[in-house]
């Protein structure tokens, strides 16, 4: 079956404790990128990636770094994660970087930091 | 700066009725217009999606209409069902943009009662 797959789903941490959330789609995109979404402001992009090792920001990149070593893998890292990270968080792809292409999205990953 | 503006927040509509959520842009070069479902739990589904050079399309009961003059777009959904109640997020992006990313609303909670 088709799909991005996120872990984990729900995650509480503390202030300053670094996590990795993982995304991996098994579509063979080559067009991977993080949202994350508050109530009242929709999604807002924070990184994307046009391929492996190409990677860039979006609209809100601050407190958060990526990597894209392989074509199916796209992490998350929050190094010191803050309580304005609180959110929800979703991984998606698209077969190329032209906007027209379908983009899937993963389930979404609930991140808690007190 | 939200550069798709999206209305109502929320929206109540009676089985069988017409649903109609509203989008608004300014930029100009976006010239890809989709409209994304998402239901409690789950990420974004693309729906339907409509390119500037033509004025309406239709699949099943969804149907975009656009208005380019104004920069306008709107989602109906016709002979709603309480199936339909979801969130809709209006998007739009433009080959111009950096990282094609799509611009997206801030939602539409839509619910539709029996």
């Known amino acids: 079956e088709a799909q991005v797959t996120q872990n984990p789903r729900y995650l509480i941490t503390v202030t300053g404790k670094k996590l990795t959330v993982t995304c991996s789609q098994n579509?063979?995109?080559?067009?991977m990128s993080w949202y994350r979404q508050d109530p009242g402001l929709g999604l807002r992009q924070i990184y994307y990636?046009?391929?492996?090792?190409v990677t860039d920001k979006g609209d809100v990149p601050e407190g958060y770094k990526v990597s894209r070593k392989e074509k199916r893998n796209f992490p998350l890292i929050l190094e010191s994660p803050s309580p304005n990270q609180t959110s929800l968080y979703f991984c998606a792809s698209r077969w190329g970087s032209g906007p027209s292409y379908e983009q899937y999205f993963g389930p979404g990953t609930r991140l808690t930091v007190t | 700066q939200q550069q798709v503006k999206q209305s109502p927040q929320s929206l109540i509509v009676q089985k069988g009725g017409i649903s109609i959520i509203n989008c608004a842009y300014e930029?100009?070069?976006?010239?890809?217009f989709p409209w994304y479902q998402q239901f409690p739990g789950k990420g974004p589904a693309l729906l339907i999606a409509?390119?500037?050079?033509?004025s309406e399309k239709k699949e099943g009961r969804f149907t975009i209409s656009f208005n380019k003059s104004a920069k306008q777009f709107s989602l109906h959904i016709m002979d709603s069902q309480p199936g339909d109640s979801a969130t809709y997020f209006c998007a739009a992006s433009s080959n111009r943009n950096s990282g094609y990313a799509l611009n997206f609303g801030k939602g539409t909670s839509l619910l539709v009662t029996p």
């Open positions: 930029n100009t070069a976006f010239d890809y």
């Open positions: 990636s046009m391929n492996v090792e």
């Open positions: 409509i390119r500037p050079d033509v």
């Open positions: 579509m063979n995109h080559e067009y």
